[in-house]
Each structure stands twice: as C-alpha cells, then as structure tokens.
C-alpha cells in the first residue's frame, strides 16, 4: 500500500523516534497515499472484526467529502467544564509533533485528524444511556479512508512513543490492515425489524413547555429549545451499516454521521453546519424556523412561503441569525450575510436558512470559534446561559452528544463541526431518538409536538420505523 513512500517513510519513523527519546513526548507519523476508488460504507463495514466500537462514518452534503476511521489510535477525551473542555482538547492535540507522508500534502482531509464531539451540557446530571460518554472525546485513526471529489486517500497514523523501535514501527505500515480481503457489509432486503415505541416523559415535556412560554412572556428570556426523547426497541438487532445506507439515500442535504463508542452507535443525518474553516475563511449557518414538506409541488411551494412569512418562525430565525452572526464578528472580520433566509429543503422538512461568511482574525484558533458558537439560539436559546439554565430547570431528559457539536480537526487547524440533530443513540436491538423545538412566547404545546414527530422522521425511516403526521 505504502511501498513507494517506503525510503522517506524510514526516514520520519527515524526522526518522530529522535525527536520522541529526545523531548519524551510521543509524536504522530501519518502516511498518505491515493488509492483506487472505494465505497466508503465498505471499508467502515470491514473494520468490524479488527476495530469494533472504535469507528466513525463522515459524510457532506452531496456526498463530495466522506471520510471513515478504524480503530483508536490515539484518544483525547475530558470530563471538563463549559470552556476548558474546548481548550484542553485543543491543548492535547497540540502537544504531539506531527509528521506527514504524502505526494498530496495540500489536500484538506486527510492526514493526522480529531474526529469526535463534545456533549451538549456538561453541567447537566448524566443519564444511564449517555453514562459512558464523556464530556469531549476526539480520536485519531489507525487507518482513515477520504473521498474527496471522487478521488479516494488512505491515511494510517502512528503514534510514535519514546520507547518504540524503527522496525516495529515500520511493521504498523507494512502490515496495514488489507481492505480488499473484507466481506462487503449486509443489508436487509427488507425493512422489517419489528419495534414497540415509548415516549420518554411527554408530558413533563409538554408542561414544560407551558412554563417556557410564561417565562418568555415574562421577560426571562426571548427563546429557549426543548427537546424530547423517544425510545425504541426491536425484535432484532439494529443494522448500523443499513441505517447509514438508508440515511445517505433518503437525506442527500444532511451530513451522514456515525460515531462507535464502545457497543454504543451514535449516528443521524442533520441539515445543520455549525462551522467550517479552510486556512482563513469561516463559514457558519443559521437554520431555524421550519415546516413540513408538501405531498404536491404546489402544496410544497405554498407551505415553504407560508413559513417565509410567518412572524413566530421569523422570530425565531432572527434570533438565531443575530447570535451566530455577533459570534462570527468576534473572531472574523469582512462578515456577510443575507438580509433575509431563504428555504432549506430536505425530505421530511422545510427550514429557513441564512449562511454567515468571514475570515479568521490571527490569534483565534478553530476549536476558539466552535466554543464561542456552541449552542446556537437554533439549538439552546437566548440569551444563551440563560437558556441553558433554563434547559438544565426544565427538560425531562439529559441531551448527552445530541445537538452538541460533533466534526473533525487537522494538524493545521482546518475542520468542520455539525450540530448533531436528527440522531439516535443505537446499541443492539434498542434505540434512542431526540427532537426538540424553538419555544418562543407564541408556542402551542400540540403544535411544538408534532413539530418533533416530522424532525424524528429521518431517523425513525432510517431504522425501518414510521411517525404519523397527524
């Protein structure tokens, strides 16, 4: 795989092993290599056997960057705080030198990557479901497939410690894992994995959507989100190879995303970027404020210009835009934005949708910019702490990873973050999904209710399930 990098290969094992005995500090050396195209769902299938729990599945909207890891090469993790657990991760994975071997050194998306997340609150009491989760946790891969515009790279990463030996470190890359040899993954000719549904404390939710409407109506607050839960458990063991291959085919506008912790599966399909940077342009988005999808292109076109005029929804996308946009021109400078939200599609909803662009101001660093974002008014509400207080007071449920911010980060400070919406919490034959809605002064406890059952559609579909609309 690697044998005409081989002689400049030895020659970064020698130094990182120089440089480790000398600083005793462990280094990382990543090889890189260009590859014949692969089906990336195939290569996260074929790291069952070897790296079970120590996996994750990355894919863009339009399917023009995928990237897939194996096995745990390197863990950074915390049980920190609000801001220190942005800034220790951060830390930790600045204190590795890093070595890149590659003919394609200017390609972002490959090489020594974070890929992880943090959880949404971690102030908040843990749950039994989110109990091994920790507050942040990145890895980097033993091996790591990327597709980038069709063109496909393996990157394997070694950590290189003081007391390793040039032969047996020449042995990890040698002796790499042989994609080729693996069965392709399974799916299900049909969906018919049989399901009983609980709904987690509805009613709790429900009164405390009550109570967030007078608070508003009070002045507390302008905007708080509440989420919910639902929990499923099925007749057999859920697929996680068939709910990614379903996620990609029926929600081709979302980001795909799956990460294995331990025999936990956290994976779902959202529409919502949180940041994106690329040397020194920052990209962001405001999605907040939706409606369902017509079963006509009329009715779609008529609901989608309902919701572009409705005041609760505006409202609650304003909010949204004027937060997210005061975050970017704290760290960026030359920010633009539209003067007004156009619709953003996927299958089962409509939202409204305003992007935000700026450069890096020099001193701020990429994990700097997704703390200063995290939560958006979309996903806590505003003004922001007081938000969170209010989550903390008033939500039946602990949000663990969902709606935090989940993405990957390079050695050269290039990444992107989601908000991990639209998700469920997979482990066996049960599963754990979460929905929640913008709770603004005009909220109608029904409404917000089914609000949740169309944002639980992508992932209730992906799992073979079904929510009635009405």
Not at 124 to 146: C, Q, R, Y
Not at 184 to 198: A, H, M, R, V, W
Not at 289 to 306: F, V, Y
Not at 313 to 334: G, P, Q, T
Request: with cysteine; net charge negative; hydrophobic share 35%.
């Amino acid at each position: 795989m690697i044998t005409t990098l081989d002689h400049t290969l030895k020659e970064f094992i020698q130094q990182a092993l120089e440089d480790a005995k000398r600083t005793k500090q462990s280094v990382i050396v990543s090889c890189i290599k260009e590859v014949d195209a692969m089906d990336p769902l195939h290569f996260f299938a074929s790291g069952e056997d070897l790296f079970l729990g120590e996996r994750y599945f990355w894919s863009t909207p339009n399917r023009d960057f995928t990237m897939v890891g194996l096995g745990n090469e390197l863990v950074i993790e915390n049980n920190l705080t609000t801001k220190e657990r942005f800034q220790d991760i951060e830390n930790e994975w600045k204190r590795f030198k890093k070595f890149v071997v590659s003919n394609e050194t200017n390609q972002v998306g490959i090489g020594p990557i974070l890929f992880g997340g943090f959880s949404f609150d971690p102030l908040k009491e843990k749950s039994l479901l989110w109990n091994n989760f920790s507050e942040a946790k990145f890895v980097l891969p033993k091996h790591m497939l990327s597709v980038i515009d069709q063109k496909s790279y393996i990157t394997i990463n070694k950590l290189v410690t003081p007391h390793d030996e040039l032969t047996m470190c020449l042995k990890h890359f040698e002796s790499s894992f042989e994609i080729g040899s693996a069965l392709p993954y399974q799916l299900d000719c049909e969906k018919g994995n049989e399901f009983s549904t609980i709904e987690y404390k509805t009613s709790e939710w429900l009164k405390a959507i009550q109570k967030a409407t007078n608070n508003i109506k009070s002045k507390e607050m302008d905007k708080v989100v509440l989420a919910r839960e639902v929990h499923l458990k099925f007749s057999d063991k859920i697929n996680p190879y068939q709910v990614i291959y379903n996620l990609q085919q029926e929600q081709p506008t979302s980001y795909i995303f799956e990460f294995e912790n331990g025999p936990q599966h956290f994976v779902g399909a959202t529409p919502e970027r949180l940041i994106k940077k690329k040397d020194n342009e920052v990209l962001s988005t405001c999605l907040a404020g939706s409606i369902k999808r017509g079963k006509t292109e009329q009715e779609d076109h008529d609901l989608g210009q309902q919701l572009l005029h409705d005041d609760k929804n505006l409202l609650e996308h304003a909010i949204v835009v004027k937060m997210i946009k005061s975050a970017i021109e704290s760290c960026c400078f030359d920010v633009i934005t539209p003067k007004s939200p156009a619709l953003f599609k996927s299958k089962n909803i409509q939202h409204l949708f305003t992007p935000v662009k700026g450069y890096a101001r020099e001193g701020f660093s990429f994990l700097s910019m997704v703390e200063k974002l995290h939560p958006t008014p979309a996903l806590g509400g505003f003004p922001k702490w007081k938000a969170i207080e209010k989550i903390r007071e008033l939500e039946p449920m602990h949000r663990g990873w969902y709606a935090g911010p989940l993405g990957w980060i390079d050695h050269e400070d290039n990444g992107e973050f989601v908000v991990a919406l639209r998700s469920g919490l997979l482990e066996g034959q049960n599963a754990a999904l979460f929905a929640g809605c913008g709770i603004v002064e005009e909220s109608d406890p029904k409404s917000e209710y089914l609000e949740t059952k169309i944002k639980l559609k992508p992932m209730m579909s992906a799992l073979g399930g079904v929510v009635n609309e009405d």
